[in-house]
């Protein structure tokens, strides 16, 4: 296992390679660069254009061309693309992630700041859903075909099919704003710091709730179906029939010998789905409740071209979702001993 390790890490560096090339790439031709802003800005009312990604300039007719290369050196594109690409390599093998064109701040301090909210979304979602899908899934393995399985299929693949920003736009319009019952943006009220303990505790349900609401009901579905499939095809197999014969009873055979095999595949997937839960469909629901963490900040940035804090953001989360994979595969052999890489 450690040669097969050692083989995904070294695999990791052209995978990473790529996502980064083909995103700056993408990123030189899309028009309206951080350099056009600032001369759009400028040049307000004249009806010019930019085009390009920082690379040449239909409106730099009139500008003073000593001020356009100041304005091109303080954003860096005053080098060649290539150029740009390994200097920017060579940051981000020193866990350098460069600093922010409109903040002033460090994308990794960005990061930093902004990783709470998403994490505390993430961690409300993963173990919501998984405590609602592992007993409803045991549940409907335990009564395949009858109506409550029948009934709670059809719940389920109607929450799923439902996406989570529509469903957050209908609990901003009826709880939000008809209602009134739960507040329409941000994770705790503005008089937060001067709250008691227990205050701040409630404070800060009554703001998740809508959100993480709107992240549940469609995340859950497949963990309760591949819960259910897992145990229906655990009770066929010819242990479960022995451990019957032997005069078990029904509970000890579920939980003592089914649960723990059906489980295999749900327990590899958690690192995967514990990693997904904070970054995976947070942008919307970020963005719909005004909460400011990773989601909104990649959104911004994206938006207003700031180029530094989209390829560090993106670097993190490649980074990071290449390591989560490997340690999805490696909890195979972890919980399965007959599982074998070799």
Known sequence: MLIYTLKRLLLMVPTLFGVL??????????????????????????????EGG?????????????RLDQIKALYGFDKPAHERFFQMLGQ?????????????KEVSQLLWEKLPVSISLGLWTFF????????????????????????????????????GFVM?????????????????????????????WGARVVDYLWHIAMPVTAMVLGSFAVTSMLTKNAFLEEIRKQYVVTARAKGLGERQVLWKHV?????????????????GAFFTGSLLIETLFSLDGLGLLSYESVIRRDYPVVMGTLYFFTLLGLFTKLISDLCYVWVDPRVKFD
């Not at 007993?135 to 109607?158: I, M, Q």
């Open 128 to 163: 919501i859903s998984y405590l609602i899908a592992v007993p409803l899934g045991v549940a409907k393995a335990v009564r395949a075909g009858s109506r409550f399985d029948f009934v709670t299929t059809l719940l389920v693949l109607v929450g799923y099919a439902i996406p």
């Open 92 to 104: 981000f093998a020193r866990f350098d992630l460069g600093k922010s064109f409109f903040q002033n």
């Open 259 to 275: 649960f723990r095999n059906a489980l295999i595949p749900i327990i590899t997937g958690f690192p995967s789905a514990f990693i």
């Open 168 to 196: 957050g736009v209908a609990l901003l319009v009826i709880f939000g704003g008809q209602l009134q019952w739960f507040p329409l943006r941000g994770l705790t009220s503005s008089n937060w710091v001067d709250l008691s």
């Open 21 to 50: 090339l083909l995103t700056f790439v993408v990123v030189q031709f899309v028009p309206g660069g951080p350099v056009e802003q600032y001369m759009a800005e400028a040049k307000a009312g004249a009806g010019n254009s930019a």
């Open 54 to 66: 920082g690379l040449s300039y239909r409106g730099a007719q009139g500008v003073d061309p000593k």
